[in-house]
């Protein structure tokens, strides 16, 4: 009967407890307040780093029962420091909810939220008093007014370094771990770090700051190091994946096994810290609170001085890390604070003044509510009765020791024990580890209640299970007891975890992903979407006008679209996207989700390949075709030059004149087809750019108009190339053409053509649209005018063999192609600067070249003239039988005997026969039977010693590696051009 009447007593308590927790909740939410408490977050709900200096100051007011309205706000930096529409958002916010209900008090958490409150000083919150906590960068980053105050972090550096040597004497070095990855704490780490190592020499011990090193790396460095600690400061990223404080702890400590130190409570919850001189985040809390009923007092501000965290602090040591690396308790600071020691037991932190209160509270509302509890406790505890056992939610009631006196709830379905069985049990067995155990209870007497506190337990097959626990201290029977509320909220949290996983990848994701209805507006859209193309959720896409049809009528059709659209900006600006678009249903309405990337950029490049490609072709075309007409043209030459030297008459002598320059034109312009092509002969030499230009301008001058001024501008006197004269000269006057004939189609008072000159050095690589320019020094060539410019549509074409905008006969489109071949050909760069109607700049980049004393010498006899042999025997061969003949003709004026030979074989038995007469071999490269090159190696094989000249239709320039060790002409060509290569 005793047994029953305490069981009726209890269940009434439990209910009383339950009604009286309810009945202050609702009468405190109608209770008249009259001042108003802001707090800013700097971060968002869920972030736990300050979550325990919140609830401290939150306590502190409530403790006090002062009438205090606490109003909360999270501005969440991670998003308002880069997205600025959400800044907008939040200021806007800002001045809707304060301009009428202002704060009498604002109590900022960390930088963010002091930096956003001062960017409102002015505006809104002017000389409102402000209490700020957890404040990094004091002394560099905040400037305060006569009406801030507040507690600012600061870490005693010197003491946990002097209090590790004074522990373990043995060690050599002591390692700052830090991390790049939080800009802001970075920052600050790093300068109060650096300046404490550069300030402080201990001998013996080596002190580094260790910044953004992997958790693996720090592993492989220091494993099995018995001489090295570490004191962790911030978070770290391994294989882009975040491990926090606490995390970091654990890894090291189980990999590397050397001893870590802190300045965080939190670490020392892993158990594998041995301790350090840690702040209290709710003695921060408690001051911040104090402050703020002291200002809503009236107190002046001035009065309030700034606190610094390291005053805080206190030393906190782990017995068992202690114990694990041999470390003399003894030797601890006096008023250290010892975790796990033998002799430890739980003790809650009980206030009287908590006790009294709460005991005046049950006895004034049990009075009220006695009278109707009398009348309607049958149906009441019937009522709680029903609560308690068909509740999902779980109710234990537990000693401090953790042995349960009651458990209500649905306890087998969670835990997979009975009742009876969980009665029989200590709660501690039930926690999913020692370290949970720890954490709830080292929470619990902190603040002596715990509301929605986030915990582990495990079932009976050991599984983990996450509650939301609330927790509050009560007597009974002459004894504490613990009336805890758990809610399982394992599932919900997985699933949260999921969709918050889920949708950081969406909103992180490059890809432009948004949903929108029927009509195109715009229901959702992830940050890269908005902050790309700038539309608004809620606005309608650009797009979705042009093509609204064509994609309506597929998707209705086949549920799907993908396809490559031009997208419009907010701002005007078009791009090309590639998109797949699928249609859904979403709270019972239609809806497109579109998933797109710019591919504007790509097309440009591989079009710009294309043309690249096109380019290669066109030029190996070019090649052939300038090989085989240049066979001709040789032909036609030699004879020319043959009956040239036999004419007499003035008559004909002009004639044969006009039909040379003829073929000196048809060369030149296969010399341009070669130049494109890069096949044409290239005879470089060292030439001052700057000085030839100064010699060329006036022939320049008379090529163009009286109404056009060519400006020349020598930034510097010497510029050093090694090119070919010739087709740098073609360069110049292509380039000059081209601007005269721009000019010719405006109408301007002051028309120009202007030609810079200077160097230019590049310390890195230059990306200019596909291409990149190398790091060196280069001449830089401008060439401009402010003729008609170029139409944007055919710049990427102009450079293309028989492209021109010029009339017919104007105009072969072999200039500018010619030109892009030698500047390719001499690693150099061409850039293209125009805008229609206005102007056109090309610059190119063209290498210097370094000088040296033979260089020098080159330099100054680039035009000594070469003395000509003649009265000599030669051999010529080429297949093309009328070739042969016409080089035979032109030589067997000046020579005393030529023959000629069409197949290389007889050609090379007649030359062995012969060989202590003959004085020179004129052989062309490519023929059937047997190679000019071949013919060579054949003939120094048999000892052959006089000179061997080969030539060819192509380009030169590949017939002159260390392969061939006889002199390559290019036909067709002169007499002179033959002779030089003789000496």
Known sequence: MENLNNNYILKKTIFFLVLLHLTLINSSAFAFQDNLVLVVHSHDEEYGRTHNVYEAIGKTLADLRTEVRVVTEFIDSSRINIDF???????????????????????????????????????????????????????????????????????DYDGLVKEIIKLQPNIKKIVFIGDSYFEMF???????????????????VDIELLDGVSLNELVERFKGKSDVAAIVMSASKNNSEIRFVKGINKFLFNKARIPLYTFYSESLETGSVIGGKVLSCSKKGEIVGDYVLKLLEGKDIKELPLVSSDELGRWVFDFNLLKNFNIDIKKLPNDSFILNAPDDQIHLNKKFVYTFIFILIISASGFLIYSYFQKRHKQVLMLYKMVLEYTYDIIFITNFGGDVIEVYGNVENTFGFKEDEIREMNLNELYYSKVEKDKFLANFKESGKLTNYITFFKNKSGDKLIFESSAISFRMDNEDRIFIILRDITDKLEREEELKFFGYLIEQSPVLISVMDVDGRIIYANKHFLLYNGHEVGKQCIFFNKHSDEIRQQLDENGFWSGEIENVKTDGSRYTESSIISKTNFKGKDVYVKFGIDITEYKKIKDKMIAQQKFETLGQLAGGIAHDFNNILTVISSYLQVYQMKVDREYDKKIFNKMMEAVDKASSLISQLLAFSRQDSHQPVVINVSKYLVDSIDMYRRLIREDIELILDRKTKEVILKVDPVHLDQMFLNMINNSVYALEHVKRDHKYIKITIDKKNFHDERSYGFFTINKGKYAEIIIEDNGTGIDESIVDKIFEPFFTTKPRGKGTGLGLASIYGFIKRNNGYIIVDTKKGEYTKFIIYLPLFEMNMENKQELMNTNEKINLLRDKHVVVIDDNKDLAHSVGAMLSRFCKKVEVFDNPLKAKDYILANKNDIDLVISDITMPE????????????????FPIVLM????????????????????????????????
Do not use: C
């Open 186 to 204: 970075h920052g600050f780490l790093e300068a109060e770090i650096s300046e404490f190592i550069k300030n402080n020499n201990f001998k013996n």
């Open 952 to 983: 060819t239709g192509y380009g030169v320039e590949e017939f002159r590696s260390g392969t061939i060790s006889v002199p390559v002409i290019s036909k067709p060509f002169s007499l002179d051009n033959l002779l030089k290569h003789l000496l």
């Open 930 to 945: 047997m190679s000019g090159v071949e013919l060579v190696n054949n003939l120094k094989k048999e000892g052959v010693q």
């Open 85 to 155: 529409y959400y800044f907008d958002t939040i200021r806007r916010s800002f001045f809707v909810k304060y301009s009428d209900d202002v704060p009498d008090v604002i109590v900022t958490i960390e930088n963010d939220a002091l930096n956003f409150v001062y960017s409102l000083r002015d505006s809104l919150f002017n000389d409102i008093p402000i209490v700020f906590v957890n404040m990094l960068n004091f002394k560099d980053k905040i400037v305060l007014d006569n009406l801030t105050t507040g507690i600012y972090e600061k870490y």
